[in-house]
């Protein structure tokens, strides 16, 4: 005959969790044997209905009782791969490792210190920026680049940014305690790496430093248009759209404020920079992310897809966009319809992104 029998975990936590055993009579012995683990308990056994050991009384099931499957999980990690990658959603989204906490409590009735989480986001922002090396958008020949700052302690954070106002997609974003011309060309070559081509016009404010950084990163094959924050002066057009990508970034400075070394800030940075592109949906994309509407394939859909168990291969995706009928006025939103690819499939966009 097969229990369930529940655990709590670690002792005295008020965390109960539920174990599927199996009873054998081995001459006077009964021994009890673990068939699997099931999840949370729903019993919440009091102290008085345990047994001596702080275990409730076995509850008897038929054998043929349906059990929910074992939550998927990493090699040596015990918290479930979909509790993890909420975590990773809910950091980028702004909310703080404290405020986290919190909502794991409330939901999973889990209690872990806020380094947990922090090591999750550490680890899995790198895993994220692996998956994600190889992905080249299709944006167009325009960009718009800006740079705003931050404290941190006695020192000034300079954060740059270059994105396509075409697609809204996010090309590059680089950290620096300085704003000279060595710093906004590595900004323009993390962007022309980023997209695999060199772009015809990049916007600028009045900051001098990109004059030789675009002079120095693309030479001649770029024209270099130098405005105020919000209209260029030759064009009259509006950089208003990375002006609108700071205000999405405000959030993001509060939660770099706790943190006092740069090394932690330019991980965080290219976390922010993928959540941005392949999970926030974005009203100027028809509700969608900008990496969805910029190119045919994309390496995940979620922080689901990052946050895999060790030896899963990773998974690309062909998006379709189907405009929302729903909506008959004003700027269109789309519905994107994510297809995972088969192996033979992978490796020929694989093939005809590297030639």
């Known amino acids: 005959m097969t229990f369930i029998r529940a655990k709590e975990i ?26 699997r683990y099931i999840g949370k308990s729903s019993l919440r056994p009091s102290r008085s ?25 990493i090699t040596k990690m015990k918290t479930p791969a979909k509790q993890i990658a909420s975590a990773m959603c809910m950091y980028y989204n702004g909310q703080s490792l404290d405020g986290i906490q919190q909502q794991f409590r409330q939901d999973y009735d889990v209690d872990m210190s806020e380094s947990n989480y922090w090591n999750w986001v550490k680890r899995f922002t790198k895993e994220a920026i692996r998956q994600s090396k190889d992905f080249k958008p299709e944006v167009g020949d325009t960009w718009i680049a800006d740079e705003t700052y931050m404290k941190l302690g006695d020192k000034t954070v300079y954060f740059w940014d270059i994105i396509c106002p075409r697609t809204n997609y996010l090309l590059a974003s680089h950290v620096s305690f300085s704003r000279g011309g060595r710093e906004a060309k590595v900004l323009m070559k993390l962007a022309s790496q980023r997209a695999g081509k060199t772009p015809k016009v990049v916007i600028t404010d009045k900051l001098r430093s990109y004059i030789v950084g675009i002079e120095d990163a693309f030479g001649a094959d770029t024209k ?23 205000k999405t970034l405000e ?27 392949f999970f926030k949906q974005n009203e100027g994309c028809g509700n969608v992310p900008p990496a969805q509407s910029a190119s045919k394939v994309v390496p995940f859909k979620d922080w689901n897809d990052v946050v895999i168990p060790e030896g899963t291969p990773d998974m690309d995706y062909t998006v379709r966009l189907y405009r929302r009928k729903s909506v008959k006025k004003g700027k269109p939103v789309f519905d994107a319809t994510l297809t995972p690819m088969i192996g033979n499939e992978q490796a020929k966009v694989k093939d005809v992104e590297h030639t």
């Not at 270099?224 to 002006?243: D, N, R, W, Y």
């Not at 400075?253 to 290219?270: H, N, P, W, Y």
Request: net charge positive.
């Open 224 to 246: 270099h248009v130098q405005g105020g924050p919000f209209k260029t002066l030759s064009s009259g057009k509006s950089t208003a759209e990375i002006e609108r990508f700071h």
């Open 251 to 277: 959030q993001r400075t509060k939660v770099f404020e706790k943190f006092k070394d740069i090394a932690s800030i330019k991980l965080l940075t290219g976390g922010w920079l993928i959540n941005y592109n």
């Open 49 to 73: 209905t345990a047994s001596g050991r702080g275990l409730p009384s076995p509850v008897s099931t038929s054998p043929a009782l349906p059990v929910s499957p074992e939550p998927t999980r």
């Open 10 to 35: 670690p002792p005295r936590s008020g965390n109960w969790y539920d174990y599927e055993v199996e009873t054998i009579h081995k001459g006077n012995k009964v021994i009890q044997r673990h068939i």
